[in-house]
């Protein structure tokens, strides 16, 4: 695939170019001794977006980069479009880019930062022009096409550095960490905005972060990446609900792994071979210092505890509360009237034995 991939041949704009497909066939990357990426295969279906989330470490960055050329791998394939890219060199591919390292160039006007791939990809001067408007108003900043980077607040810089992504309309779009510089409020409509965009463009989309809300929001699939392998792929609710390992559920969301020898699990079964039993925070229910009469005893584990703390968080109290040699945290919604407790109450807990998840150690 060529640069005049979005474009045809005598230089008029296509209306809209095809979202391609993503593949990686068994691609390891070494640097020295450590594998950044060990044998990764995946594919990136046409218009998904797909995150890649992980620690700090685990491969992420490498992976995008490969992707983008701007690594090689030391075996295995990369397929965009259906096609290897191996011999593509990564000024010859046809991305959308939106990295921390590839900045604005500061040196030239959001106009001129925008009309750059369009200038590579040879559309000529007032289709540029054009299309450039165009952008600014879909982001919000028709009036801010004549200002240097630095005169813009984080905020605008990082939506302009998106425009720049999605300009020439291309098959992919790599992102990684694009809203790492942001503070909460704006990352929160930043991830609003590329979600509008994404929808609107449709173009495959691979995003890097290690921002588990992020990845939540945003994503139709995501990747868990762990020492340079995939942990867990599959989409945000799947992976939330029914996390494989224990790490990805440790990683994403809070997680309560529970200790055998405080919860009699027989009721509903022994835990298979080389699992744990795991229950979210938000699945405990508080019930307070009696247990009240219920008619569905069967399918809820009861235990007695004893808190340890409670965390005021606005509109939610977080507990951390003891049974025998480990701590539970739960979640309660605040509610009119509702009982709160203190460190060394004895209240009572319950959950449905539904909820509970076994998860690989
Ligand atoms: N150019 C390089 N030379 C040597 N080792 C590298 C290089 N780039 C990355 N690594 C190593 O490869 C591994 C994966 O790094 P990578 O940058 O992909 O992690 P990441 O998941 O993006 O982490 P972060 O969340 O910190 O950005 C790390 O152990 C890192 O030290
Ligand atoms: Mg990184």
């Given at each position: 695939?060529?640069?005049?991939?979005?474009?045809?041949?005598?230089?008029?704009?296509?209306?809209?170019?095809?979202?391609?497909?993503?593949?990686?066939?068994?691609?390891?990357?070494?640097y020295?001794?450590?594998?950044?990426?060990?044998e990764?295969?995946?594919?990136?279906?046409?218009?998904?977006?797909?995150?890649?989330?992980?620690?700090?470490?685990?491969?992420?960055?490498?992976?995008?980069?490969?992707?983008?050329?701007?690594?090689?791998?030391?075996?295995?394939?990369?397929?965009?479009?259906?096609?290897?890219?191996?011999a593509?060199?990564?000024?010859?591919?046809?991305?959308?880019?939106?990295?921390?390292?590839?900045?604005?160039?500061p040196?030239?006007?959001v106009?001129?930062?925008?009309?750059?791939?369009?200038?590579?990809?040879?559309?000529?001067?007032?289709?540029r022009?054009?299309?450039?408007?165009?952008?600014?108003?879909?982001?919000?900043?028709?009036d801010?096409?004549?200002?240097?980077?630095?005169?813009?607040?984080?905020?605008?810089q990082?939506r302009?550095?998106?425009?720049?992504?999605?300009?020439?309309?291309?098959?992919?779009?790599?992102?990684?960490e694009p809203?790492?510089?942001?503070?909460?409020?704006?990352?929160?409509?930043?991830q609003?905005?590329i979600?509008?965009?994404?929808?609107?463009?449709?173009?495959?989309?691979?995003c890097v972060?290690?921002?588990?809300?992020?990845?939540?929001?945003?994503?139709?699939?995501?990747?868990?990446?762990?020492?340079?392998?995939?942990?867990?792929?599959?989409?945000?609710?799947a992976?939330?609900?029914?996390?494989?390992?224990?790490?990805?559920a440790?990683?994403?969301?809070?997680?309560?792994?529970?200790?055998?020898?405080?919860?009699?699990?027989e009721?509903n079964?022994?835990?298979?071979?080389?699992?744990?039993?795991?229950?979210?925070?938000?699945?405990?229910?508080?019930l307070?210092r009696?247990?009240?009469?219920?008619?569905?005893?069967?399918?809820r584990?009861?235990?007695?505890?004893?808190?340890?703390?409670?965390?005021?968080?606005?509109p939610?109290?977080k507990?951390?509360?003891?049974?025998g040699?480990?701590?539970?945290?739960l979640?309660e919604?605040v509610?009119?009237g509702q009982?709160?407790?203190?460190?060394?109450?004895?209240?009572?807990?319950?959950?449905l034995h539904?909820?509970?998840?076994?998860?690989?150690?």
């Amino acid at each position: 695939m060529g640069i005049s991939g979005s474009f045809a041949a005598d230089g008029e704009t296509k209306t809209k170019s095809v979202p391609a497909q993503i593949e990686f066939r068994n691609v390891t990357k070494m640097y020295g001794q450590i594998a950044a990426v060990r044998e990764l295969s995946l594919v990136v279906h046409r218009g998904e977006f797909v995150t890649v989330l992980g620690p700090s470490g685990s491969g992420k960055t490498t992976t995008l980069m490969l992707l983008a050329g701007f690594e090689a791998p030391n075996s295995g394939e990369i397929f965009i479009g259906g096609n290897s890219v191996a011999a593509v060199p990564s000024y010859r591919r046809d991305q959308g880019i939106v990295f921390q390292s590839y900045a604005l160039f500061p040196h030239l006007t959001v106009r001129r930062n925008l009309e750059f791939p369009l200038e590579m990809r040879g559309m000529k001067a007032n289709e540029r022009a054009a299309r450039v408007e165009q952008i600014l108003r879909r982001v919000h900043l028709s009036d801010y096409g004549d200002r240097m980077p630095f005169q813009l607040s984080g905020g605008q810089q990082q939506r302009v550095a998106l425009a720049r992504g999605l300009i020439a309309d291309p098959p992919i779009l790599l992102l990684d960490e694009p809203l790492g510089a942001l503070d909460r409020n704006l990352r929160e409509q930043m991830q609003g905005e590329i979600k509008g965009l994404h929808k609107e463009f449709g173009t495959t989309t691979v995003c890097v972060t290690h921002d588990q809300e992020e990845a939540l929001t945003l994503s139709d699939r995501i990747v868990v990446m762990r020492g340079g392998m995939i942990e867990q792929t599959d989409t945000p609710e799947a992976l939330y609900d029914r996390p494989a390992t224990k790490f990805v559920a440790n990683f994403l969301g809070e997680a309560n792994i529970l200790d055998e020898t405080n919860f009699p699990l027989e009721a509903n079964g022994q835990p298979p071979e080389g699992t744990v039993a795991m229950i979210r925070p938000e699945r405990v229910r508080l019930l307070g210092r009696a247990i009240p009469a219920r008619v569905d005893a069967v399918q809820r584990q009861t235990v007695k505890v004893v808190v340890e703390e409670m965390i005021y968080a606005g509109p939610l109290r977080k507990y951390r509360v003891r049974i025998g040699n480990q701590v539970l945290v739960l979640r309660e919604h605040v509610a009119a009237g509702q009982e709160t407790f203190e460190r060394g109450d004895e209240v009572h807990l319950d959950w449905l034995h539904s909820d509970m998840r076994y998860v690989r150690v």
